[in-house]
Nanobody, 116 residues
Framework: QVQLVESGGGLVQPGGSLRLSCAAS????????MSWVRQAPGKGLEWVSD??????YYSDSVKGRFTISRDNAKLTLYLQMNNLKPEDTAVYYC???????????WGQGTQVTVSS
């Protein structure tokens, strides 16, 4: 069965960095667009980034600070987050895009807290 398992979250000071990982299994990882989505406390889901084919896409709120990457041999998706801000505090989820408009599988999420 499809599984997505995130790791790498934690507590970091403003201006710091973290790298999230998402280990995938149970499907042809390299064939799918993969996404990062976050949910801040008390707010709805916010799309962060996509890795589609050879292209990457970012929300305006993270562009220039976050970098999405993938290692298809290791079946792993990454999110390098630099210059973190308190407003980046959220649970971060990786998700598989089953269609261009739909994310059909989600991980359990990893908490990122940016605070001094």
């Amino acid at each position: 069965q499809v599984q997505l398992v995130e790791s790498g979250g934690g507590l970091v000071q403003p201006g710091g960095s973290l790298r999230l990982s998402c280990a995938a299994s149970g499907f042809a990882f390299s064939s799918y667009t993969m996404s990062w989505v976050r949910q801040a406390p008390g707010k709805g889901l916010e799309w962060v980034s996509d890795f589609k084919g050879e292209s990457t896409y970012y929300s305006d709120s993270v562009k220039g600070r976050f970098t999405i990457s993938r290692d298809n041999a290791k079946l792993t998706l990454y999110l390098q987050m630099n210059n973190l801000k308190p407003e980046d505090t959220a649970v971060y989820y990786c998700a598989r895009r089953g269609t261009p408009y739909d994310m059909d599988y989600w991980g359990q999420g990893t908490q990122v807290t940016v605070s001094s």
